[in-house]
């Protein structure tokens, strides 16, 4: 099962919001993760009722998550 990693960042500012690591099945569409994890964001943190931005990479378990702030190259953008 693919691993990718996520950041979810506010639209406007770019801040942070949250970061992970989830399995997906196989040949997993990000737009359908991306949704998905949104959702759950903006259920968690409903003070912000704004856009936020989703980045979306495989993860082969080597990259930290910790204190990160932006996605690195080749991360799939979506703007939800």
Not at 47 to 69: A, F, K, M
């Amino acid at each position: 099962m693919p691993r990718f990693a996520y950041l979810i960042q506010r639209a406007d500012t770019e801040d942070r919001m949250s970061t992970g690591v989830i399995t997906a099945g196989p040949d997993p569409d990000t737009a359908d993760l991306a949704t998905d994890l949104v959702q759950r964001n903006r259920a968690d943190h409903s003070y912000y009722p704004g856009p936020r931005t989703c980045w979306i990479w495989p993860h082969d378990g080597q990259q930290s998550l910790t204190r990160l702030e932006s996605a690195p190259a080749g991360a799939a953008r979506h703007d939800l």
